[in-house]
Protein backbone atom coordinates (compact mmCIF):
# COMPACT_ATOMS: atom_id res chain seq x y z
CA UNK A 1 0.00 0.00 0.00
CA UNK A 2 3.16 2.25 0.68
CA UNK A 3 4.26 1.46 -2.49
CA UNK A 4 1.27 2.30 -4.17
CA UNK A 5 0.47 5.48 -2.56
CA UNK A 6 4.18 6.75 -3.22
CA UNK A 7 3.92 6.14 -7.37
CA UNK A 8 0.51 7.98 -6.99
CA UNK A 9 2.19 10.79 -5.13
CA UNK A 10 5.01 10.85 -7.54
CA UNK A 11 2.66 10.93 -10.49
CA UNK A 12 -0.37 12.84 -9.31
CA UNK A 13 0.03 15.81 -11.58
CA UNK A 14 0.74 13.79 -14.70
CA UNK A 15 -2.93 11.28 -13.83
CA UNK A 16 -4.71 14.58 -13.46
CA UNK A 17 -3.19 16.30 -17.17
CA UNK A 18 -3.78 13.04 -19.50
CA UNK A 19 -7.04 12.50 -17.67
CA UNK A 20 -8.12 16.13 -18.73
CA UNK A 21 -6.72 16.02 -22.07
CA UNK A 22 -9.06 12.67 -22.53
CA UNK A 23 -11.80 15.06 -20.99
CA UNK A 24 -11.37 17.31 -23.48
CA UNK A 25 -12.53 15.22 -26.43
CA UNK A 26 -16.39 15.58 -27.30
CA UNK A 27 -16.65 11.97 -27.70
CA UNK A 28 -20.64 11.96 -28.04
CA UNK A 29 -21.29 8.50 -29.28
CA UNK A 30 -25.42 9.96 -29.92
CA UNK A 31 -24.47 12.29 -31.75
CA UNK A 32 -23.15 12.37 -35.90
CA UNK A 33 -21.45 14.93 -36.01
CA UNK A 34 -19.04 13.73 -33.14
CA UNK A 35 -17.97 10.47 -35.29
CA UNK A 36 -14.60 12.18 -35.90
CA UNK A 37 -13.84 13.41 -32.16
CA UNK A 38 -15.09 9.81 -31.25
CA UNK A 39 -12.82 7.99 -33.39
CA UNK A 40 -9.81 10.42 -31.95
CA UNK A 41 -10.41 9.58 -28.46
CA UNK A 42 -10.04 5.64 -28.94
CA UNK A 43 -6.95 6.57 -30.60
CA UNK A 44 -5.82 8.63 -27.55
CA UNK A 45 -6.78 5.84 -25.18
CA UNK A 46 -4.69 3.01 -27.21
CA UNK A 47 -1.89 5.04 -27.33
CA UNK A 48 -2.66 5.88 -23.67
CA UNK A 49 -2.72 1.85 -22.85
CA UNK A 50 0.68 1.34 -25.05
CA UNK A 51 2.36 4.07 -22.98
CA UNK A 52 1.39 2.57 -19.53
CA UNK A 53 2.51 -0.77 -21.14
CA UNK A 54 -0.29 -2.92 -22.57
CA UNK A 55 0.32 -5.27 -25.57
CA UNK A 56 -1.19 -6.00 -28.78
CA UNK A 57 -3.28 -2.55 -28.22
CA UNK A 58 -5.61 -2.02 -31.17
CA UNK A 59 -8.43 0.49 -31.98
CA UNK A 60 -11.12 -2.16 -33.27
CA UNK A 61 -13.20 -0.72 -36.27
CA UNK A 62 -17.19 -1.74 -35.87
CA UNK A 63 -20.31 -1.08 -37.81
CA UNK A 64 -20.32 1.98 -35.23
CA UNK A 65 -17.73 3.46 -32.88
CA UNK A 66 -14.66 1.61 -32.61
CA UNK A 67 -13.71 -0.80 -29.18
CA UNK A 68 -9.67 -0.41 -27.71
CA UNK A 69 -8.20 -3.61 -27.11
CA UNK A 70 -4.71 -3.84 -25.17
CA UNK A 71 -3.73 -6.35 -23.02
CA UNK A 72 -0.65 -8.09 -20.91
CA UNK A 73 -0.50 -11.80 -20.06
CA UNK A 74 2.55 -12.29 -17.83
CA UNK A 75 1.55 -16.06 -17.37
CA UNK A 76 -0.74 -18.10 -18.46
CA UNK A 77 -1.28 -19.43 -15.26
CA UNK A 78 -2.39 -16.36 -13.50
CA UNK A 79 -6.11 -15.29 -13.34
CA UNK A 80 -7.01 -12.88 -15.44
CA UNK A 81 -9.15 -9.57 -15.46
CA UNK A 82 -11.23 -8.46 -18.03
CA UNK A 83 -11.56 -4.28 -17.49
CA UNK A 84 -14.78 -3.20 -19.27
CA UNK A 85 -15.39 0.85 -19.66
CA UNK A 86 -16.19 3.14 -22.42
CA UNK A 87 -14.69 6.27 -23.93
CA UNK A 88 -18.50 8.06 -25.06
CA UNK A 89 -20.09 10.28 -23.69
CA UNK A 90 -23.90 11.33 -23.19
CA UNK A 91 -24.55 14.77 -25.21
CA UNK A 92 -23.75 18.07 -23.21
CA UNK A 93 -26.93 19.84 -23.80
CA UNK A 94 -28.67 22.03 -21.96
CA UNK A 95 -25.08 23.98 -23.14
CA UNK A 96 -26.53 27.18 -21.20
CA UNK A 97 -26.77 25.25 -17.44
CA UNK A 98 -22.90 24.29 -17.66
CA UNK A 99 -21.06 26.88 -15.26
CA UNK A 100 -17.57 26.04 -17.52
CA UNK A 101 -17.88 24.33 -20.71
CA UNK A 102 -18.34 20.81 -20.98
CA UNK A 103 -15.14 19.53 -22.57
CA UNK A 104 -12.91 21.82 -20.88
CA UNK A 105 -12.03 20.34 -17.50
CA UNK A 106 -12.35 22.72 -14.90
CA UNK A 107 -11.30 21.99 -11.26
CA UNK A 108 -13.29 23.75 -8.72
CA UNK A 109 -13.70 22.87 -4.99
CA UNK A 110 -11.69 19.41 -5.41
CA UNK A 111 -13.95 18.13 -8.20
CA UNK A 112 -13.34 18.05 -12.00
CA UNK A 113 -16.15 19.57 -13.83
CA UNK A 114 -16.47 18.13 -17.73
CA UNK A 115 -18.82 15.71 -19.20
CA UNK A 116 -17.86 11.92 -18.95
CA UNK A 117 -15.42 13.37 -15.86
CA UNK A 118 -17.37 10.22 -14.03
CA UNK A 119 -18.80 8.55 -16.50
CA UNK A 120 -17.18 6.94 -18.04
CA UNK A 121 -13.69 8.68 -18.60
CA UNK A 122 -12.50 8.94 -15.17
CA UNK A 123 -13.51 6.15 -13.82
CA UNK A 124 -11.93 3.39 -16.60
CA UNK A 125 -9.00 5.89 -17.02
CA UNK A 126 -8.10 4.67 -13.22
CA UNK A 127 -8.00 1.35 -14.40
CA UNK A 128 -5.47 2.82 -17.40
CA UNK A 129 -3.00 4.49 -14.17
CA UNK A 130 -3.63 1.59 -12.10
CA UNK A 131 -1.93 -0.60 -14.98
CA UNK A 132 0.49 1.75 -14.93
CA UNK A 133 1.47 2.03 -11.51
CA UNK A 134 1.16 -1.77 -10.95
CA UNK A 135 3.81 -2.73 -14.89
CA UNK A 136 6.15 0.18 -13.31
CA UNK A 137 6.53 -1.08 -9.48
CA UNK A 138 7.03 -5.01 -11.13
CA UNK A 139 3.63 -5.31 -8.86
CA UNK A 140 1.29 -7.21 -11.42
CA UNK A 141 -0.22 -9.95 -10.11
CA UNK A 142 -2.90 -10.77 -12.50
CA UNK A 143 -3.26 -10.94 -16.35
CA UNK A 144 -5.09 -8.02 -17.45
CA UNK A 145 -7.46 -7.33 -20.36
CA UNK A 146 -9.05 -4.10 -21.47
CA UNK A 147 -12.22 -3.30 -23.31
CA UNK A 148 -13.02 0.19 -23.55
CA UNK A 149 -16.10 0.74 -25.68
CA UNK A 150 -16.97 4.09 -27.21
CA UNK A 151 -20.84 2.99 -27.87
CA UNK A 152 -22.17 2.03 -24.36
CA UNK A 153 -24.53 5.47 -24.08
CA UNK A 154 -26.02 4.65 -27.13
CA UNK A 155 -26.74 1.13 -26.33
CA UNK A 156 -23.71 -1.25 -27.41
CA UNK A 157 -25.08 -2.77 -29.98
CA UNK A 158 -21.69 -3.30 -31.73
CA UNK A 159 -20.09 -4.52 -28.84
CA UNK A 160 -22.23 -7.68 -29.01
CA UNK A 161 -21.10 -8.52 -32.32
CA UNK A 162 -17.51 -8.35 -31.04
CA UNK A 163 -17.73 -9.96 -28.21
CA UNK A 164 -19.10 -13.04 -29.98
CA UNK A 165 -16.47 -12.53 -32.32
CA UNK A 166 -13.68 -12.59 -30.15
CA UNK A 167 -14.59 -15.27 -27.32
CA UNK A 168 -11.11 -16.39 -26.73
CA UNK A 169 -8.98 -13.11 -27.32
CA UNK A 170 -11.41 -12.38 -24.36
CA UNK A 171 -11.17 -15.45 -22.14
CA UNK A 172 -10.97 -14.14 -18.70
CA UNK A 173 -11.65 -15.03 -14.96
CA UNK A 174 -13.47 -11.70 -14.36
CA UNK A 175 -15.09 -8.63 -15.48
CA UNK A 176 -14.18 -5.66 -13.50
CA UNK A 177 -15.96 -2.39 -14.22
CA UNK A 178 -15.61 1.10 -12.43
CA UNK A 179 -18.72 3.39 -13.97
CA UNK A 180 -21.41 2.62 -11.04
CA UNK A 181 -21.09 4.77 -7.75
CA UNK A 182 -20.39 4.54 -4.52
CA UNK A 183 -22.48 6.10 -0.72
CA UNK A 184 -19.44 8.01 -0.45
CA UNK A 185 -15.69 8.16 0.35
CA UNK A 186 -16.45 7.72 4.15
CA UNK A 187 -19.01 5.05 2.95
CA UNK A 188 -17.68 2.79 0.37
CA UNK A 189 -20.26 0.63 -1.16
CA UNK A 190 -20.10 -1.90 -4.03
CA UNK A 191 -23.28 -2.31 -6.42
CA UNK A 192 -24.56 -5.68 -6.81
CA UNK A 193 -26.96 -5.48 -8.98
CA UNK A 194 -27.92 -3.45 -11.99
CA UNK A 195 -31.11 -2.89 -13.55
CA UNK A 196 -32.11 -3.92 -17.08
CA UNK A 197 -33.95 -0.97 -19.63
CA UNK A 198 -36.85 -1.12 -22.33
CA UNK A 199 -36.63 1.86 -24.32
CA UNK A 200 -39.07 2.98 -26.69
CA UNK A 201 -41.02 5.80 -28.64
CA UNK A 202 -44.66 6.12 -29.09
CA UNK A 203 -46.65 8.10 -32.07
CA UNK A 204 -49.86 9.21 -31.98
CA UNK A 205 -51.99 10.17 -34.85
CA UNK A 206 -55.36 12.34 -35.03
CA UNK A 207 -56.37 13.83 -38.25
CA UNK A 208 -54.64 13.76 -41.13
CA UNK A 209 -53.08 17.16 -40.86
CA UNK A 210 -52.39 19.67 -38.51
CA UNK A 211 -55.96 21.77 -37.87
CA UNK A 212 -57.36 25.11 -36.46
CA UNK A 213 -58.10 24.61 -32.92
CA UNK A 214 -61.20 27.09 -33.62
CA UNK A 215 -62.48 25.65 -36.62
CA UNK A 216 -62.02 22.01 -35.92
CA UNK A 217 -61.29 22.17 -31.83
CA UNK A 218 -63.73 20.73 -30.11
CA UNK A 219 -65.11 17.66 -32.48
CA UNK A 220 -61.58 16.31 -33.02
CA UNK A 221 -59.61 14.28 -30.00
CA UNK A 222 -56.22 16.02 -29.14
CA UNK A 223 -53.72 13.73 -29.95
CA UNK A 224 -51.53 15.36 -26.79
CA UNK A 225 -54.78 15.28 -24.37
CA UNK A 226 -54.96 11.77 -25.83
CA UNK A 227 -51.47 10.80 -24.84
CA UNK A 228 -51.22 12.39 -21.93
CA UNK A 229 -54.18 10.53 -20.33
CA UNK A 230 -52.97 7.38 -21.78
CA UNK A 231 -49.22 8.17 -20.22
CA UNK A 232 -50.70 9.07 -16.71
CA UNK A 233 -52.59 6.13 -16.53
CA UNK A 234 -49.87 3.61 -16.64
CA UNK A 235 -49.10 4.32 -12.78
CA UNK A 236 -52.09 3.82 -10.25
CA UNK A 237 -52.87 5.26 -7.25
CA UNK A 238 -50.30 3.80 -5.60
CA UNK A 239 -47.73 4.65 -7.92
CA UNK A 240 -47.53 0.88 -9.31
CA UNK A 241 -47.27 0.36 -12.98
CA UNK A 242 -50.65 -1.27 -14.46
CA UNK A 243 -49.44 -2.80 -17.86
CA UNK A 244 -51.07 -6.43 -17.11
CA UNK A 245 -48.40 -9.27 -16.59
CA UNK A 246 -45.64 -5.87 -15.94
CA UNK A 247 -44.68 -7.48 -12.26
CA UNK A 248 -45.49 -10.98 -13.35
CA UNK A 249 -41.47 -12.14 -13.53
CA UNK A 250 -40.74 -9.65 -10.79
CA UNK A 251 -38.09 -11.19 -8.23
CA UNK A 252 -39.45 -10.30 -4.53
CA UNK A 253 -36.51 -10.57 -2.24
CA UNK A 254 -36.71 -11.49 1.01
CA UNK A 255 -37.21 -9.71 4.19
CA UNK A 256 -33.94 -10.16 5.43
CA UNK A 257 -32.54 -9.39 2.02
CA UNK A 258 -34.88 -6.19 2.12
CA UNK A 259 -33.66 -5.04 5.40
CA UNK A 260 -30.03 -5.31 4.60
CA UNK A 261 -30.41 -2.99 1.68
CA UNK A 262 -32.13 -0.31 3.98
CA UNK A 263 -29.41 -0.74 6.05
CA UNK A 264 -27.32 1.56 4.09
CA UNK A 265 -27.48 5.15 5.25
CA UNK A 266 -29.77 7.55 4.03
CA UNK A 267 -30.68 10.77 4.62
CA UNK A 268 -34.07 11.74 3.55
CA UNK A 269 -34.29 15.02 3.87
CA UNK A 270 -30.92 15.67 2.73
CA UNK A 271 -31.98 13.85 -0.57
CA UNK A 272 -34.95 16.12 -0.86
CA UNK A 273 -33.12 19.26 -0.15
CA UNK A 274 -30.63 18.17 -2.43
CA UNK A 275 -33.10 17.68 -5.41
CA UNK A 276 -35.38 21.54 -4.37
CA UNK A 277 -38.77 18.92 -4.03
CA UNK A 278 -40.58 18.96 -0.70
CA UNK A 279 -41.88 15.31 -0.85
CA UNK A 280 -40.90 12.12 -2.14
CA UNK A 281 -42.73 9.61 -4.92
CA UNK A 282 -42.82 6.15 -5.30
CA UNK A 283 -44.51 2.66 -5.21
CA UNK A 284 -46.43 1.88 -2.11
CA UNK A 285 -44.98 -0.07 0.21
CA UNK A 286 -41.03 0.22 -0.62
CA UNK A 287 -38.76 2.69 0.78
CA UNK A 288 -36.07 5.35 -1.33
CA UNK A 289 -33.41 2.68 -1.74
CA UNK A 290 -36.03 -0.14 -2.66
CA UNK A 291 -37.63 1.56 -5.67
CA UNK A 292 -34.22 2.42 -7.13
CA UNK A 293 -32.56 -0.87 -6.66
CA UNK A 294 -34.76 -3.70 -6.73
CA UNK A 295 -38.43 -2.38 -8.24
CA UNK A 296 -39.12 -1.67 -11.77
CA UNK A 297 -39.73 1.60 -12.87
CA UNK A 298 -41.23 3.77 -15.92
CA UNK A 299 -40.27 7.31 -16.70
CA UNK A 300 -41.49 9.49 -19.73
CA UNK A 301 -37.86 10.64 -21.00
CA UNK A 302 -39.66 13.15 -23.06
CA UNK A 303 -43.29 14.32 -24.73
CA UNK A 304 -43.83 16.30 -27.94
CA UNK A 305 -46.08 17.52 -30.11
CA UNK A 306 -47.90 20.92 -31.36
CA UNK A 307 -46.69 24.00 -31.40
CA UNK A 308 -43.27 24.73 -29.17
CA UNK A 309 -42.02 27.68 -31.05
CA UNK A 310 -42.70 31.52 -29.68
CA UNK A 311 -45.46 33.14 -29.44
CA UNK A 312 -49.06 31.21 -29.26
CA UNK A 313 -50.30 29.08 -32.52
CA UNK A 314 -54.02 27.81 -32.21
CA UNK A 315 -53.39 24.45 -34.15
CA UNK A 316 -55.15 21.08 -33.14
CA UNK A 317 -52.14 19.11 -33.66
CA UNK A 318 -52.18 15.88 -35.95
CA UNK A 319 -49.23 14.16 -33.90
CA UNK A 320 -47.91 13.74 -31.04
CA UNK A 321 -45.13 11.47 -29.60
CA UNK A 322 -43.22 10.34 -26.35
CA UNK A 323 -40.15 8.38 -25.40
CA UNK A 324 -40.71 5.70 -22.27
CA UNK A 325 -38.47 3.53 -20.73
CA UNK A 326 -38.39 1.29 -18.60
CA UNK A 327 -35.98 0.04 -15.59
CA UNK A 328 -36.11 -3.50 -14.96
CA UNK A 329 -35.29 -5.87 -12.47
CA UNK A 330 -34.99 -10.02 -11.98
CA UNK A 331 -36.15 -11.73 -13.84
CA UNK A 332 -38.04 -9.53 -16.00
CA UNK A 333 -36.42 -9.88 -19.78
CA UNK A 334 -36.58 -6.59 -21.52
CA UNK A 335 -37.91 -7.82 -24.93
CA UNK A 336 -40.64 -9.39 -22.60
CA UNK A 337 -41.36 -6.13 -21.38
CA UNK A 338 -41.00 -4.43 -24.28
CA UNK A 339 -44.08 -6.28 -25.97
CA UNK A 340 -46.18 -6.33 -22.95
CA UNK A 341 -46.35 -2.31 -23.13
CA UNK A 342 -46.33 -2.26 -27.00
CA UNK A 343 -49.64 -4.81 -26.43
CA UNK A 344 -50.97 -2.66 -23.90
CA UNK A 345 -50.78 0.62 -25.60
CA UNK A 346 -52.39 -0.50 -28.46
CA UNK A 347 -55.51 -1.76 -26.78
CA UNK A 348 -56.21 1.47 -24.59
CA UNK A 349 -55.37 3.85 -27.28
CA UNK A 350 -59.47 5.11 -28.51
CA UNK A 351 -60.77 5.03 -31.69
CA UNK A 352 -59.96 8.54 -31.91
CA UNK A 353 -56.61 8.29 -33.01
CA UNK A 354 -54.03 5.49 -34.30
CA UNK A 355 -50.98 4.37 -32.40
CA UNK A 356 -47.48 3.26 -33.09
CA UNK A 357 -44.76 1.91 -30.80
CA UNK A 358 -41.17 1.95 -31.75
CA UNK A 359 -38.46 -0.20 -29.31
CA UNK A 360 -35.31 1.35 -29.47
CA UNK A 361 -32.54 -0.70 -27.36
CA UNK A 362 -32.88 -2.35 -24.06
CA UNK A 363 -30.84 -4.39 -21.74
CA UNK A 364 -31.29 -6.97 -18.98
CA UNK A 365 -31.01 -6.38 -15.42
CA UNK A 366 -28.09 -8.27 -13.71
CA UNK A 367 -26.56 -9.00 -10.13
CA UNK A 368 -23.40 -10.11 -9.40
CA UNK A 369 -22.31 -12.55 -6.51
CA UNK A 370 -21.10 -11.65 -3.31
CA UNK A 371 -19.74 -15.08 -2.85
CA UNK A 372 -16.81 -15.16 -5.45
CA UNK A 373 -13.24 -14.70 -4.87
CA UNK A 374 -13.65 -11.23 -7.14
CA UNK A 375 -16.30 -9.96 -4.83
CA UNK A 376 -14.14 -10.90 -1.62
CA UNK A 377 -11.01 -9.41 -3.86
CA UNK A 378 -13.17 -5.69 -4.40
CA UNK A 379 -14.24 -5.97 -0.83
CA UNK A 380 -10.93 -6.49 0.46
CA UNK A 381 -8.84 -4.04 -1.72
CA UNK A 382 -11.76 -1.63 -0.55
CA UNK A 383 -11.37 -2.09 2.93
CA UNK A 384 -7.57 -1.31 2.95
CA UNK A 385 -7.48 1.52 0.85
CA UNK A 386 -10.73 3.15 2.82
CA UNK A 387 -10.41 1.66 6.25
CA UNK A 388 -13.57 0.62 5.94
CA UNK A 389 -15.39 -2.94 4.60
CA UNK A 390 -18.07 -1.60 1.63
CA UNK A 391 -21.34 -1.70 1.79
CA UNK A 392 -23.30 -4.26 -0.91
CA UNK A 393 -25.91 -1.85 -2.67
CA UNK A 394 -28.14 -2.18 -5.78
CA UNK A 395 -27.55 0.39 -8.51
CA UNK A 396 -30.47 2.06 -10.35
CA UNK A 397 -28.74 2.17 -13.68
CA UNK A 398 -27.98 0.42 -16.56
CA UNK A 399 -25.30 -1.35 -17.73
CA UNK A 400 -26.82 -3.50 -20.65
CA UNK A 401 -23.22 -5.78 -21.73
CA UNK A 402 -23.28 -6.95 -17.97
CA UNK A 403 -25.83 -9.69 -18.79
CA UNK A 404 -23.81 -10.52 -22.20
CA UNK A 405 -20.65 -11.07 -20.33
CA UNK A 406 -22.18 -13.58 -18.60
CA UNK A 407 -24.10 -15.49 -21.49
CA UNK A 408 -21.42 -15.00 -23.93
CA UNK A 409 -18.43 -15.19 -21.88
CA UNK A 410 -19.98 -17.12 -18.88
CA UNK A 411 -17.98 -14.15 -16.77
CA UNK A 412 -19.18 -12.65 -13.76
CA UNK A 413 -18.65 -9.13 -13.08
CA UNK A 414 -17.76 -6.81 -10.12
CA UNK A 415 -18.91 -3.78 -10.09
CA UNK A 416 -16.10 -1.51 -8.45
CA UNK A 417 -17.40 2.10 -8.89
CA UNK A 418 -15.98 5.17 -7.22
CA UNK A 419 -18.76 7.90 -8.22
CA UNK A 420 -21.01 9.49 -6.39
CA UNK A 421 -24.62 9.71 -7.44
CA UNK A 422 -24.29 13.33 -7.20
CA UNK A 423 -22.02 13.77 -9.91
CA UNK A 424 -24.49 14.78 -12.40
CA UNK A 425 -24.41 12.13 -14.73
CA UNK A 426 -26.11 12.77 -18.00
CA UNK A 427 -26.83 16.38 -16.67
CA UNK A 428 -25.37 19.58 -16.97
CA UNK A 429 -21.84 20.12 -14.64
CA UNK A 430 -21.18 16.70 -14.44
CA UNK A 431 -18.38 16.26 -12.02
CA UNK A 432 -15.72 13.37 -10.43
CA UNK A 433 -13.96 14.25 -7.07
CA UNK A 434 -10.33 14.21 -7.51
CA UNK A 435 -10.36 12.21 -4.38
CA UNK A 436 -12.30 9.53 -5.50
CA UNK A 437 -10.10 9.78 -9.19
CA UNK A 438 -6.71 8.94 -6.70
CA UNK A 439 -8.63 6.56 -4.19
CA UNK A 440 -9.71 4.40 -7.38
CA UNK A 441 -6.19 4.55 -8.00
CA UNK A 442 -4.82 2.96 -5.23
CA UNK A 443 -7.74 0.64 -4.96
CA UNK A 444 -7.45 -1.08 -8.19
CA UNK A 445 -4.04 -2.76 -7.87
CA UNK A 446 -5.32 -4.23 -4.21
CA UNK A 447 -7.78 -5.86 -6.08
CA UNK A 448 -5.71 -7.78 -8.51
CA UNK A 449 -3.49 -8.30 -5.33
CA UNK A 450 -5.99 -9.93 -3.56
CA UNK A 451 -7.99 -11.67 -6.58
CA UNK A 452 -5.12 -13.32 -7.20
CA UNK A 453 -4.27 -14.46 -3.91
CA UNK A 454 -7.70 -15.39 -3.41
CA UNK A 455 -8.81 -17.17 -7.13
N1 LIG B 1 -22.62 4.38 -16.01
C1 LIG B 1 -24.00 4.41 -16.39
C2 LIG B 1 -24.86 3.43 -15.62
C3 LIG B 1 -24.92 3.63 -14.13
C4 LIG B 1 -24.91 4.88 -13.56
C5 LIG B 1 -25.04 2.54 -13.33
C6 LIG B 1 -24.97 5.03 -12.20
C7 LIG B 1 -25.13 2.67 -11.98
C8 LIG B 1 -25.08 3.93 -11.40
C9 LIG B 1 -24.11 4.13 -17.87
O1 LIG B 1 -23.18 4.86 -18.61
C10 LIG B 1 -25.47 4.54 -18.37
O2 LIG B 1 -25.75 5.71 -18.34
N2 LIG B 1 -26.29 3.60 -18.82
C11 LIG B 1 -27.55 3.92 -19.41
C12 LIG B 1 -28.05 2.79 -20.24
C13 LIG B 1 -27.60 2.81 -21.66
C14 LIG B 1 -28.23 1.69 -22.44
C15 LIG B 1 -27.85 4.12 -22.35
C16 LIG B 1 -28.59 4.17 -18.35
O3 LIG B 1 -28.49 3.63 -17.24
O4 LIG B 1 -29.50 4.93 -18.64
MN1 LIG C 1 -21.31 4.77 -17.80
MN1 LIG D 1 -24.01 6.95 -18.83
Redesign the pocket.
Known sequence: MQKIKEYVKANQQRFLDELFALLRFPSVSADPQYAADVRDTAEYVAQKLRDAGADNVEVCATAGHPIVYGEKIIDPNKPTVLVYG?YDV?PPDPLELWETPPFEPTVRDGKIFARGAC??KGQFYMHVKAFELMQATGTLACNVKFMIEGE?????DNLGVFVKANKARLAADVVLIS???MISLETPSL?TG?RG?SYLEVEVTGPNRDLHSGVYGGAVANPITILAKLIASLHDENNRITIPGFYDDVAELSDAERNALNEAPFDEDEYKQDLGIKALWGEKGYSTIERTGIRPTLEVNGIWGGYIGKGAKTVLPSKAYAKISMRLVPNQDSATITALFTKHFERIAPDYVSMKVTPH?G?QPAVTPTDSPAYRAAEKAIEEAFGKKPIPTR??????IVSLFEDELGLKTVLM?F?L?SDN??SPNEKYDIANYFKGIETIPLFHKYFAELS
Not at 152 to 156: I, P
Not at 395 to 400: A, F, K, R, T
Open positions: HQDDEEVGSDTAELLHGGGGSIPGGDLH
